[in-house]
Each structure stands twice: as structure tokens, then as C-alpha cells.
């Protein structure tokens, strides 16, 4: 029989990410006293890497401690100019050191290696070998990414290399200068370039890259060093080394499960239009520390799994022009080291330019290729604008059937989208709460569901205008969460999003807000002539709604424009037809594609794990419906409250899921 074993942690993988990350666990001792597995099938005890990196002398120790570095240059060699790196300096660590210390460390502990691997789909989420299963509180999974299939405006090529570590009779080398992308050397077709990193004068490691879809081969490889270095005339390969390094802005497939944390390359941490990776992983180790360090059962995904800012706009353009048009590499990275000073491009790398500097930069470099570039990549999110447009497009066609008298048709439209999108976007809170795919649903989850939802139905009983003013307090929450995490926007302002458009939806229809109000027994909105409508209410309405169209230009959200302009026609529908266009069409179809991407499965699938609850409100609308009938209308208020008890549920569990998923 199988044994249990709960474990503290599991490595997979004892590379760059995952020694960097026992580093700092070390630094807090919150290795002390833990069950340790790493899982990892080479001995580590060669030097397979360099890692460089870049950083002022003030931050280094931030990034790595100082005994791992073997080398650090302050001037840089490009277009074979030298140029001062101040106040930057790029720095170099062996992986070797890297391993040795990690493991120096592990020896210390309660940890046990194995010479395991996973299989690439392979949860690690549990291991089991000697018929014992491992169950680690938190796993952090190294391995190569599983990367998906490309989508439009993603790109993959690799950044292939091969270098050789020489000795020179003679004293050749300036030890403060390293050569960056030196890309006098043949391009074959793809953008190919030379870096030398000088230990001393005598003794450097001399590195061909390419960036191609072709990888190098060691043969292609070393005739490029061996011309590279005819003019060296004595000179000894002293060891190899090569590589390749994926640079894409792909997808990666992420398991999910709250526990596993991926690391380094397989969180996403490869720059795409660069290849480095180190300065970040390190930053991440550290994030992933104070995490557990404060006892947090889930540690957040990394920041830039979600990578989602004007830095990955413009890796999209390096990475298309790269990958379409290989030739120009050389060219553009050419101009941009002519008019750009070195440690204004890095900081650029690094993300940490400022608007202005990028600009400058961009202008610095030839428009034509950015251009047609940014036209593709704006051509290819249509799909994404489309679904900003669309409620707005659907009210344009409401409006019609309303005037031809054939509301029908809007009624057809909005059932059709409650059942398909409206009430299973919301059936899917089970997987939610556990952020598993195929977790069944538990008693305790429903018990604690209906339980939420009886303490507002008891509200409701006791004090009804407090109970509307919670019902509206967590609705506005609610929907401007949504909104703002989808449009991916700052959502500390979002309450004022939420409160513009919710207003603008209600106060538009107060006759029917009126006849709502009465039968929950709360005393109308008083009739106020208005001052451009027949009420005040309609004027304060339409103002929230011009509102949020300037907060729309000021946040340059399209899609907040269209949705505020789509609200302003819908004042014109009836109460019902207008929030059902706003809830089906923009809130539920885009939390239900987020789910879908979230879970990584289609449609198809989703609306299966659904089912179960869907049917169940199917039934019940059908029972309200046959026992009601026509009398439905005098019960809207009783529908009211069974709605905002089934909904505050729900509330909790997006809000979860929102808080976890933006970080
Ligand atoms: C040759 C080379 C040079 C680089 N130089 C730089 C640089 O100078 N600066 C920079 O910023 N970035 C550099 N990078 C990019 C990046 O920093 C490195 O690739 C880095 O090693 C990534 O760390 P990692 O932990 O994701 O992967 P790795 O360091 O590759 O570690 C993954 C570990 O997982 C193990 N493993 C693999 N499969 C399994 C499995 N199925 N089960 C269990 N274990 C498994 C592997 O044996 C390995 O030890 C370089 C990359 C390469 C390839």
C-alpha cells in the first residue's frame, strides 16, 4: 500500500530559478526545520551557463550576493566604439557558483535529491516514487514551458548560440570592456552578432548568437569564431559552450492549482526580445519568499506570466520584425547603439524608461518597419475591440425591434444569452473556490453558498432599504471589479466607474425603478422636474453616463468609451432590456472568456462543469414561471431579493478570484 507524506516543499529542477529561490529561503532560515524534495536528473556539478546581467553597484547585492561574482566590466564595446556604462555595470556569475552554494546550503537541511523527472504533463502537484506519495505544501515547478499554440501577434524564435572560452598568447583584451552585439560578421539570413566577455587581458569568452528560427549548429557555430578570430594568431579553445534560449510572447501552459508555483523560463520570466532572465528570476525568488514568510497558502503567479504593459507591445514589434523580416535586425539594433547612449537602452530593457526616453528611442530608430509592424499588431486585436463593440452594436439593433414594435426579438435575444452565457457564467463557482478544473462539487461548498445567500434574504426581512443599499454597495463592487480587471485597468478608481454606470442604468428608467421600490415596500425617488428631461433623475443619468465617457478618454479605455455610449442608447429601452443587454452581453460573456482562458479549455467544457447549477436555475425560472405566469410582473420585487441572495455568493468568490489572478 502507498504511504503519505506531507512534505514542506518540492523543487523541480535545480536550476537558475529554483537555487537562486533556496537562496533567499536561506537568507529568511525558512528552510529550518522543512521536508525537502528536489527533483532534478543531472548532478549539477559543471559549469553549463554564464549568467549576465546588469545593475548599478548599489542594487548588485539586491539581485545576487557579491562572492558570486567573478567578473563585472563598466564600459561596453558597440558598433566597436567603447562607451562608459555608468551608472550601470554588467556583471557575471557561473552557474557553476550558482549550483555549489545552492547545494552547499541543502546539505544543511532535511532535503532529499532525486534523480526523478516529471513527465511534461505531469502534475507536480503530487509525486510518488518508492510507493510513497509526496504531497507538498508548495511546489515550485522549473521545468521547460509548455508553450501554446501561437496566437495572433505571438511570435517564437530562438536565440541560438555557441561560444568558445579562449586563451591568447599575447595581451589582447581590454579587461573593463565587454563587446555587446557586434554584428560585423555574416547574418545568414537571420540577425547574428558576436559578444566577448574578457576575464583578463589573455583569456574571454567569445560568443556568436543568432536570432532566427534556425537553430545555430556547433558547426555554423565555431566557422563563425574560427573567422571572428583570424586575427588573433595564437589562441587556445580552452571549453564550449552553447545554448538556445526561446524568445516568445506566446502563452505558456500554466496547472492549476494554487500550490504550484512556476519558475524562472516556465513562469515567463525570458524577456522576449532579449533572452535575459536572471535580474528577474532573482527579484521573483525574493517576492516568493515574503509570500511565505507571511505563511500565505497560495503564492501568486508571477508578475509577468500576465505580462500585459507598453513593454510587451514593444517586445511584439521587435519579435514580429525578427521573425518576418530577420535581415533588418542588424540594421535597427545598429542604429539604435549609434544614437542612443548604452545604459538608456538597458534601463529601456529593463522596463524602467520612462515614457519620453521611449519616444526618443523609437524616433531614433527607422519608422517604416515599427510602423508596418504596430499597424499589424493593432489589425490583429480587432477581435478584442469587436467585443467592446458589441454590446453597443446589439443596443443600436434593440433599438430598432423597439421601434418596429417587435420587442420579441430583443426578449429572444437576451433568454437566449441568459441561458448560455448570463446564468452559467455564474454556475462555475465551485471550480472558482478551488481554482481546480476538476474538482466535484462538496456539500460544505453548497451549505456555505446557501448560507451567504440566506443571510441577505434575512436582510431583506429586517430591514429592506438597508438590504437595497448593501445589494447595490456589492453590485456596483462587483461589476466595476469585472470590468476594470477585464479592460485591465487600475482598479483602485474603479468604484467610480461603478457608481457612473450604475446610476446611469437606474436613474435613466425611474418609472420602473419606482414600481421596484414599491414592492419592496421602500419609499419612490420624489418626482423632480428635470432640467433637460421631464425628470432629475434622467439628467443626473445621462450626466454619470457623459462622465464616464471623459473617464473612458482619460483612462484611453476604448472599451469604457463603448460601454458608456452604449448605456446612453440603452436609456431609451426598457429597464430589463437594458441591464440584461449590459449584464449578458458585456459582463458575463467577458468573465465567462476569462474563465474559459483561465481554466485553458473550451467552451464546450466549461458549460459541462456548469450544468449541474445552470439546470438547476433553468428549473427553477420554469417553476417561478408556471406558478406565477402572468402575475410575474406583480413579484418583481420578490425575484429582486432572490436575486441579490443568489448573486452575493457569487460576489465573494469573483472577488477571490480577482484578487489572486491581478498580482
Ligand atoms: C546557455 C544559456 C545562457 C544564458 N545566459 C543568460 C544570461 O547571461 N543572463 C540572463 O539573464 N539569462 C541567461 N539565460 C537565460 C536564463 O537565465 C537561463 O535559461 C536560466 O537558466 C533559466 O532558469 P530556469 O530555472 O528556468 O531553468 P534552468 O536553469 O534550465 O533549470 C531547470 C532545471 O530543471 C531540470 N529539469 C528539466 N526537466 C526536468 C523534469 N522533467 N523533471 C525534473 N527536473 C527537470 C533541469 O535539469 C534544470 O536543472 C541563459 C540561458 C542559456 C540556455
Known sequence: MQKKQLIDYLFVGLGASNCLLILELEKKRLLDGKKIIILEPHQKNKKDKTYCFWSTSDNVEKIIPLDFIDKEWDRVIINRKVQSLNPLKYYHVSSLTLYEKALKIIKNHN????????EKNQSSNRIITDNIVYEPKYSFDSRPPLIKKLQKNQFYINQSFVGWQIQTNEEVFDPQSFTMMDFEIPQDNSTQFVYVLPFDSKHALVEVTRFGEDIMSIDEGEKLLNNYLKN???????DIEKGCIPMTNADISTEICSNIRNM?????????????AFKSMSMDATTIVNQIALENETIVPSNVQIRDNRFAFYDSLLLRILSEKSHLGKPIFKRLFQRIKAPEILYFLDEESSLSNELKIFYSLQWKPFIVAALKVLWNINNQIFKSFLPLLLSILFLAFQSLNMTYLTDVFLVTGLLLIGIPHGAIDHLIETNHFNQSVS?????????????????WYMNP?????????????????????????????????????????LLSHPIELNEILNQLSISELPKIQG???????????????GLGIIMGFIQRSTAMIATSLFLLLTTQLTLIHAFGTYFIYNHSLLGWNHLRNHFQVNSLQLWKKASLFSFGSYALFLFLYWYFGNDFGNYIGTFFVFLSAISFPHVLRMNNFYNYYKN
Open 111 to 118: 532535503v532529499k535529491i532525486l534523480k526523478h523527472t516529471l
Open 531 to 545: 432640467n433637460i428631461f421631464s425628470s432629475l433623475w434622467q439628467d443626473i443619468a445621462f450626466g454619470c453616463l
Open 443 to 459: 456539500l460544505k461548498f453548497i451549505a456555505l453558498y446557501l448560507a451567504q445567500g440566506a443571510v441577505i434574504v434575512l436582510l
Open 264 to 276: 524562472g523560463t516556465r513562469a515567463g520570466h525570458i524577456k522576449p526580445s532579449t533572452g535575459y
Open 232 to 238: 588573433y594568431k595564437n589562441y587556445q579553445v580552452l
Open 465 to 505: 432599504l438597508l438590504a437595497l443599499l448593501i445589494f447595490i454597495g456589492y453590485s456596483i463592487f462587483h461589476f466595476a471589479q469585472a470590468d476594470f480587471t477585464e479592460w485591465k485597468l487600475n482598479s483602485k478608481i474603479s468604484w467610480i466607474w461603478g457608481i457612473l454606470f450604475f446610476c446611469g442604468i
